[in-house]
């Protein structure tokens, strides 16, 4: 892969919404074709399961095969909440016990403590216990007890985690959204629906933020799929990589860098022409301030 040269810091923000985690394999697909690699990745549930892979250097097309071959039951069975660990089990089975400290780029889950009532930045240990931790939706998966906090879905208080890219040091900020139909209400007084839109309020609250933090929002429509259920997944990463093949010129501008094909996805040799061109200028520019001063 080609890195992009630049003096500014950009992130990448994975935000929550279970299965539909797949439309992220695909930004990612988008973002591998078109040379672009992040500093740092900030992730909250699926979207922390997702950076993991990410910053332990897989690419897109090893989370897909990793992510069509998964069985569910393997991760959550039964009608009880289960142990968070297995979601960690999974994880170090593909990634080994990898320390976020050892990753290759800066890496941040984000869960919620619920002795506290507080999020929780977890941005040092084992990789598959900081996934463990943010994936533990309540009634699905009992709390991850971990240096005496009671450790929960992130998604509770902070579902696009791209606020804590800015506070750790981040420039610019690109957010994947896969849960942008939130908060939409309810004609029905039935206790279900009435539950289950009150939660989409919730959760819209909690991307609030997130949001407000982010540079450029990819967005794909997954309100046909269900965050439960891994149908449809091929369709999901279809749509998460054309979405992000959209922003890819917008991108590239954070980079400090315009697109001129068609596509807007420019090949290795002209990304290396127009870096070249990029960093001339700005040499010019320092020395012309020099000179003034």
């Known amino acids: 892969m080609f890195k992009l040269h630049k003096s500014s810091k950009v992130a990448l923000c994975l935000g929550g919404g279970g299965a539909r985690g797949f439309a992220h ?6 973002f591998e074709e078109a040379g672009i690699k992040f500093d740092m990745v900030s992730g909250t549930s699926v979207g922390a399961l997702v950076g993991a892979f990410y910053a332990a250097g897989f690419k897109s097309g090893d989370m897909e095969a990793f992510g069509a ?9 039964g009608f009880r909440p289960n142990d968070p660990k297995k979601v960690g089990e999974v994880i170090k089975k593909h990634l080994g016990e990898l320390k976020i400290e050892n990753l290759g780029i800066k890496y941040y889950a984000v869960a ?47 579902n696009i985690p791209a606020d804590i890219c800015r506070m750790m040091g981040a420039d610019f900020v690109v957010t994947v959204d896969i849960n942008s139909q939130r908060g939409t209400g309810t004609d029905s007084l039935g206790v279900i629906d009435v539950v289950k839109t009150a939660l989409s309020i919730a959760l819209a609250n909690a991307s609030t933020q997130g949001l407000i933090n982010s540079d450029i929002i990819i967005a794909p429509d997954l309100s046909a799929f269900s965050a439960r259920k891994k149908t449809g997944h091929g369709e999901m990463m279809r749509l998460g990589y054309e979405a992000a093949k959209e922003k890819i010129g917008a991108i590239y501008e954070l980079f400090g860098i315009k697109a001129k094909t068609g596509d807007d996805v420019m090949s290795e040799k002209e990304l290396k022409k127009a870096e070249k061109r990029r960093i001339k200028e700005e040499d010019k520019a320092k020395k012309r301030r020099g000179r003034s001063e």
Do not use: Q, W
């Open 112 to 158: 919620t403590d619920l002795r506290s009532a507080r999020e929780v930045i977890i941005d040092k240990g084992y990789l598959h216990e900081a996934v463990s931790a943010s994936c533990a939706v309540p009634m699905f998966f009992r709390p991850l007890v971990m240096g005496g906090r009671h450790l929960a879905d992130g998604g509770l208080l902070n």
């Open 25 to 30: 394999i695909g930004a990612l697909k988008a």
């Open 69 to 77: 071959a998964i069985n569910p039951k393997e991760i959550h069975s």
